[in-house]
Every structure is written in C-alpha cells, then in structure tokens.
C-alpha cells in the first residue's frame, strides 16, 4: 500500500483528532448504555420483567458497542483513515454542513460536519470544529484530487444513479 505524497501535513493530526472524538463518543455511549441496562436490571430484577428484560438488550448492547470501540482502539485504525491514506481513490464525494440548534429563534450551539461519499455507495461522517473546517478541506483537495466537493441536488442525483459519475473530471457540476 502507498501513501499519499500530502498524506503528511499538520492536518493529519487535525483529522486524527476528529476521530479520537468520535470514537470517545462511543466509547461514552457504550458505557452510557450498559449502565443504564445494569440499572434497569437492579431496579426492576423481580418487580418488573419488561424492564428487566429491556435492561438485559440495554446491556448487550452496550457490550456490542464496547466490543466496536476496543477494536477500533486508535484513530488510525478506522475505515475513514485508513481509506484516506491507502485508497483516496475509493472517496468520491466531501461536503460539510452546517447544522444550527435554535429552540424558539434562540441559536444555543452550531455544529459542522464532514461527510465522505465512498465509490463502494457507503458514507461516513464525522463531527468537526468550525475554525478547522478550512484547513481540513484544503488538505483534502489535495489528498483526495479525484474527489468532488460542495454538496447540491445535482450531485446528490449523480451520486444516487452512480458514484463513479462523481470523480472529479468526469462532469463539470
């Protein structure tokens, strides 16, 4: 396998950051799960059997996550990285978006994500920092040259007939 020439660039580690919180997130959530399962099964053990029995799912699935989590272990070995440093070719689609959380026209927090569009038609999508988003997609554009980037309906469509349609010199969107 070869690596990319641009591969190595102050934003690997931004991006390696990303997903060490992404995977901290399920790590918290596997815990989050399976204690709130133990908790249902200590509450409700002879008192209820529906609530037991939904502890005992809460707490396989927290397992199933965990067991997720300790395979992964290190941003390094996730499908997201690992396909950006050996196969770039396989990404043929980045976007990001913004989502702004506003109860009542009231704005409380923004959140930025990047999605990556795989030519397998598999997407991922991780949560970034606002002030990072521009360095991160300038090194992508240079990791990733057959890609394309910026989200609109027309390339939704293209991508949803065929992904291949989205390599970058195919068609001009």
């Known amino acids: 396998m070869q690596v990319n020439k641009f591969f190595d660039h102050p934003a690997k580690d ?13 790590l918290i959530t596997a815990i989050g799960v399976f204690t709130t399962g133990l908790l249902l099964v200590i509450l409700f053990l002879f008192s209820n059997i529906w609530f037991s029995g939904l502890g005992v799912a809460l707490m396989l699935v927290g397992t199933y996550l965990f067991v997720v989590w300790s395979q992964i272990g290190v941003p390094e070995n996730t499908s997201l990285y690992k396909t950006i ?12 978006l913004q989502m ?12 930025t994500y990047l999605t990556f569009k795989l030519l397998s038609g598999k997407e ?7 002030e990072k988003e521009l360095v991160l997609e300038n090194w992508l554009k240079r990791l990733l040259p ?8 027309e390339k939704a469509s293209a991508y949803n007939k065929d992904p291949r349609q989205l390599k970058r010199g195919l068609h001009d969107f």
């Open 14 to 26: 931004i991006f390696k950051a990303v997903l060490g919180r992404e995977l901290k997130k399920l």
């Open 85 to 96: 440093k050996f196969t770039p070719e396989e990404v043929v689609w980045i976007y990001s």
């Open 100 to 111: 702004k959380v506003m109860p009542f026209g009231v704005q409380m927090f923004n959140r």
């Open 124 to 130: 991922e999508t991780v949560q970034i920092p606002k």
């Open 146 to 153: 057959n890609a394309t980037f910026g989200y609109s309906h």
